[in-house]
């Protein structure tokens, strides 16, 4: 559909490329993006974009615009609080490489560790996240490459193995919010998530190729693997761009991780202070008859991760009364709250 809409407006521009192509991307700027607004609405979503009948409400994918930010996340605890059948090898192989890659920290293992992280960048097949700007997922792999595996790897509740999954990090590691630990779950799961892809797209009629795919954890092996797999495209006026999609049901929004950390920390403090006030016996008191406020601690606080760690190492038990508390706390989201993120331009939503 998209090429014939380029061929329409191109006809009678010349052509000085390799091949007979277009060599200037301005003409691809001024013909597609353009015409692309007029002709297709705005933003070109899944349903669209493959002459779909159905809707969000109607898919059990991720309706997301193809042309434009999706700023959803992949949420893990959404996996390991799934009981469903869809759900249940997804949750194993997280479950399996959180312990295994926790397991290796905790031995000093730094080769092996390395090497479980290696796969892990930004997924760009998926359009989710913080936006096309950053779909090459360059600098998310660079990131976790650097810097990030030295965080996980000094981090002494880690080291203490008082955490078994992986969704833990992001409560933890300064830099590892919701938009890295999205990445790092999507990259783990991506051979189920080919799977559901393949599967929608034998329901729906969508057509698929061969393409090729770096870094998709074998879930037996748990080795990375570079295969070509069978995936739908999108042709963006220059090139063909493979899609994977994602379940509906396991996806959140940015706002919603930055509620639970809150939750957690509020969690944490509360325990200490329950069990452990004497841990704050240097934290300079402005309450009513020296009492200690929730303000005085949060004060003394340089880093909110830094400091959650040190708590955690002399109170292990946080981490599992915060896991059998916050068990529901991480709902999924509702037909209605997606489709106002795939549905609404970014322009429009941040107005």
């Known amino acids: 559909m998209i090429s014939e809409i380029t061929a329409r407006y191109t006809k009678g521009i010349p052509r000085a490329g390799r091949n007979n192509c277009y060599t200037d991307k301005s003409i691809y700027y001024d013909v597609y993006s353009e015409r692309q607004k007029i002709l297709l609405n705005m933003s070109i979503n899944i349903s669209g974009y493959y002459n779909l009948t159905l809707k969000q409400g109607e898919l059990e994918f991720v309706d997301v615009k193809l042309d434009d930010d999706n700023e959803l996340f992949v949420s893990p605890q959404l996996i390991e609080n799934s009981t469903s059948r869809l759900m249940a090898p997804m949750r194993t192989l997280l479950g399996r ?24 960048s930004e997924p760009k097949e998926t359009r989710l996240g913080y936006g096309i700007d950053n779909s090459d997922g360059r600098s998310a792999g660079r990131r976790v490459k650097g810097e990030l595996i030295d965080a996980i790897w000094n981090n002494p509740v880690i080291q203490q193995k008082s955490i078994n999954k992986i969704s833990d990090l992001r ?164 037909n209605a709250q997606i489709e106002q993120i795939v549905y609404t331009d970014r322009g429009t939503r941040a107005a």
């Open 171 to 334: 409560l933890l590691i300064t830099n590892f919010s919701v938009d890295r630990i999205s990445d790092t779950t999507t990259k783990v799961l991506k051979h189920y998530l080919i799977e559901f892809t393949q599967d929608q797209c034998r329901k729906l009629g969508i057509p698929m190729k061969a393409v090729f795919q770096k870094d998709i954890l074998n879930p037996t092996t748990l080795r990375w693997e570079h295969k070509n797999v069978e995936l739908p495209v999108y042709f963006d006026g220059i090139t063909d761009k493979p899609i994977i999609f994602v379940p509906k049901d396991i996806v959140n929004r940015q706002g919603d991780g930055s509620s639970d950390m809150g939750y957690f920390f509020r969690f944490a403090l509360n325990y200490v202070k329950s069990n452990d006030v004497a841990m704050f016996e240097h934290v300079q008191r402005s309450g009513k008859n020296n009492t200690l406020l929730v303000k005085d601690i949060k004060a003394s606080i340089d880093n909110t991760k830094q400091e959650l760690s040190k708590w955690i190492v002399v109170h292990p038990g946080i981490m599992d009364e915060y896991w059998i508390a916050s068990l529901n706390r991480i709902k999924q989201l509702t």
């Open 97 to 120: 490489y959180s312990g295994v890659l926790l397991y290796t920290i905790g031995q000093q293992n730094r080769p092996n560790a390395e090497y479980l992280l290696a796969g892990v």
